[in-house]
Structure formats: structure tokens, C-alpha cells
């Protein structure tokens, strides 16, 4: 399982992207927002920092498939790297499979279910982002849909990617890699946790101490 990282924070990615953990980026209208920045100018700030996919969303306000192939052209014309995340709707769809046939990379975004993921893979989506978090959230185990969709692209063959999302801590990264996920994106404060372990910080402690007690500093 690969690494996106999920924000439009150009620190964290840079952090991130240093680390050599990651080799994409997914934003959404809320994580651009939450930057206050203009779209185009922190995408391509963005694509400037990771040599990968870099998902860019269409409009939260743009409902129409006319209108999302508009934009999501505009978005792909950004950069080689650039993915048009579409929200899974039906209008959604019918802008992903004219996209498609541009050869315009898209992701569907707000999966929910099984079939949903289904639909978008065969509409030519190159990636389908499932919810877990946001599942969990109101009492549905948002693992058994990750594991869901990795079995049924599996038995049909299907190249779409699942780029699990909506991950809130490291037990939902392992989750995500042990049911198939091709791809966790995930915030900077989860790969920080995921950095974390008592005993190597007691570890590194109890080798400092040891050297420095024969050594000196
Ligand atoms: C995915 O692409 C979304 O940007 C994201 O993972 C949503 O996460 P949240 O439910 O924590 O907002």
C-alpha cells in the first residue's frame, strides 16, 4: 500500500514529502478552504513539491457534468501530475467517462458503498475514494467497505486504484493495508503518529546513556 498525504497545507506536504513517505497528494474544497488560498495557486505550488498524482476537486458548488468537464479540464491543463476528483453522483459520472475518454486521469470521490465504487470504476474512474472515517463516524465499520471493493475489483479484474480515505489514525492505516487498499491518504498528524513508539524512544534514550557513560559526549 502507497502513501498520499490528504491536505493543501504546503508545510505538511513538504515534511512529508521529505520524509520519502509519500508519493501523492489529495486535497478537497474543505482542506482548500481551511488554507484560504486561491485553488490554482496552491495546486501548482503543490505540484511543484510532489513528482505524483495530485488530486484537485472540482467546485464543491458545480453540480452539472457540462460543468465539471469545463473545470476538470482546467484542472488537468495545471500540470501532467493533476487527478480531477468528481463527487460520486450521477452528474459525476457522466463527467467522468468524458474526462476518461480525454485521457484525463479523474477520482471519485464521497464512496460510500460497494456499488458506488463499482459504478465509478466503470465509468472509467482511474481511482475511487471510500470514506472510512467518516463511515466509522456514525457507527459503520468503514473497514468492511475498503475490504468490500478491494474483493470485488480483484475477482473482475478492475485497474481502478482504491485510494483509502478518510483516515483518522495509524490502527485505520494497517486496517486499510490489510484489506487491500492500493492507496491510504492520510494527514501529516497520522504519519507523525504512525513515527511513534515508546520503546524506540526508550531505546534511543538507554543507547545514549550507554555511549555517553564510556564516551563522554
Ligand atoms: C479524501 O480524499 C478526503 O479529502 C479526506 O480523506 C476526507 O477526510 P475527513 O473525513 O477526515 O474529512
Redesign the pocket.
Known amino acids: 500500500m502507497k502513501f498520499f498525504i490528504?491536505t493543501a497545507k504546503v508545510e505538511d506536504i513538504k515534511k512529508a514529502n521529505d520524509m520519502g513517505v509519500i508519493c501523492g497528494v489529495?486535497?478537497?474544497p474543505?482542506?482548500i478552504a481551511k488554507e484560504g488560498r486561491v485553488f490554482e495557486e496552491v495546486i501548482t505550488e503543490i505540484t511543484s513539491i510532489v513528482d505524483g498524482p495530485i488530486?484537485g476537486e472540482v467546485k464543491a458548488t458545480t453540480v452539472d457534468a457540462e460543468n465539471m468537464i469545463k473545470e476538470g479540464r482546467e484542472i488537468a491543463a495545471i500540470h501532467p501530475n493533476m487527478i480531477v476528483?468528481i463527487p460520486m453522483t450521477v452528474e459525476g459520472l457522466k463527467a467522468v467517462k468524458v474526462l476518461t475518454a480525454e485521457g484525463i486521469k479523474t477520482?471519485v470521490?464521497l464512496i460510500f458503498s460497494a456499488p458506488q465504487a463499482l459504478l465509478a470504476a466503470r465509468a472509467g474512474a482511474s481511482y475511487v475514494?471510500p470514506?472510512l472515517?467518516?463511515l466509522d463516524d456514525i457507527s459503520m465499520p468503514g473497514i468492511d467497505l475498503v475490504r468490500s471493493i478491494a474483493d470485488i475489483f480483484n475477482v473482475h479484474g478492475i485497474e481502478t486504484e482504491i485510494?483509502a480515505?478518510?483516515?483518522?489514525n495509524p490502527i485505520h492505516v494497517i486496517d486499510c493495508a490489510l484489506a487491500g487498499a492500493d492507496i491510504a491518504?492520510v494527514?501529516y498528524s497520522v504519519i507523525e503518529q504512525m513515527t511513534k513508539h515508546p520503546l524506540t524512544d526508550i531505546g534511543i534514550e538507554k543507547f545514549q546513556a550507554d555511549y555517553k557513560s564510556v564516551f563522554g559526549e
Do not use: C
Request: aromatic residues 4%; without cysteine; charged residues 20%.
Open positions: 490528504d489529495t486535497t478537497n474543505s482542506l488530486s476528483k477520482n470521490t475514494s470514506f472515517g467518516r485510494i480515505a478518510s483516515v483518522r491518504t494527514p
